[in-house]
């Protein structure tokens, strides 16, 4: 402060002016900075709330395309005939169904765990109703697995049995009830 008393007005007001200027143009700037952020702010969120949205909409349609192909599946009269013939055939083999199945389909399967699905018969001695129904259904249901890009296609009877399944997983042949 004693420098500026000691200054000339030529001097002081230029420095004022200068000053001023600075003063102005921080508030001008930090003033931008701040609209700018907020704006920045506003149109990421709204480009997010679009994605989300139109996420939402898409796994919506996947889900009701879903529910739509299972109605037509479970209604068809190819399944509800099939279905009929594979729960007789499993009452056919007797008690140990799922040994006598999971042996067939997965033990001796001749394909890798991954492509167990290319079996369309197994050669059951004891159970040849289930294993001639399976090769008429199998090759249809492990189409619309392909097409449809599912994980697997389960049947089962009324008693809560796993009957049928494109994948023969482990839990293939076995109750859930």
Same mark, same amino acid.
């Given at each position: 402060?004693?420098? !500026?008393?000691?200054?000339?007005?030529?001097?002081?007001?230029?420095?004022?002016? @200068?000053?001023?200027?600075? /003063?102005? =143009?921080?508030?001008?700037?930090?003033?931008? $900075?701040?609209?700018?952020? =907020?704006? %920045?702010?506003?149109?990421?969120?709204?480009?997010?709330?679009? %994605?989300?949205? #139109?996420?939402?909409?898409?796994?919506?349609?996947?889900?009701?395309?879903?529910?739509?192909?299972?109605? %037509? *599946?479970? /209604? =068809?009269? *190819?399944? /509800? *005939?099939?279905?009929?013939?594979?729960?007789?055939?499993?009452?056919?083999?007797? +008690?140990?169904?799922?040994?006598?199945?999971?042996?067939? !389909?997965?033990?001796?399967?001749?394909?890798?765990?991954?492509?167990? +699905?290319?079996?369309?018969?197994?050669?059951?001695?004891?159970? @040849?109703?289930?294993?001639? +129904?399976? =090769?008429?259904?199998?090759?249809?249901?492990?189409?619309?697995?392909?097409?449809?890009? $599912?994980?697997? @296609?389960?049947? !089962?009877?009324?008693?809560?049995?796993? %009957?049928?399944? /494109?994948?023969?997983?482990? #839990? &293939?042949? *076995? +109750? &859930?009830?």
């Amino acid at each position: 402060m004693k420098l !500026f008393k000691h200054l000339k007005i030529a001097q002081k007001l230029p420095l004022v002016a @200068i000053g001023a200027a600075f /003063v102005a =143009s921080a508030a001008i700037g930090a003033g931008s $900075y701040g609209i700018s952020a =907020s704006t %920045v702010r506003a149109l990421t969120e709204e480009k997010l709330t679009t %994605v989300a949205q #139109e996420r939402a909409r898409e796994l919506s349609a996947l889900l009701l395309a879903m529910r739509d192909d299972l109605l %037509v *599946t479970a /209604v =068809s009269g *190819t399944t /509800v *005939t099939s279905l009929g013939n594979l729960a007789l055939g499993w009452d056919q083999i007797g +008690s140990g169904q799922t040994t006598a199945l999971q042996q067939a !389909f997965i033990d001796n399967n001749p394909h890798p765990a991954d492509q167990r +699905s290319l079996l369309d018969e197994a050669g059951l001695n004891n159970g @040849i109703t289930y294993d001639m +129904s399976h =090769s008429r259904l199998h090759p249809g249901f492990r189409g619309q697995l392909q097409a449809r890009g $599912y994980g697997d @296609i389960y049947l !089962f009877d009324g008693k809560g049995n796993l %009957v049928y399944s /494109v994948n023969k997983g482990p #839990e &293939f042949a *076995t +109750s &859930f009830a």
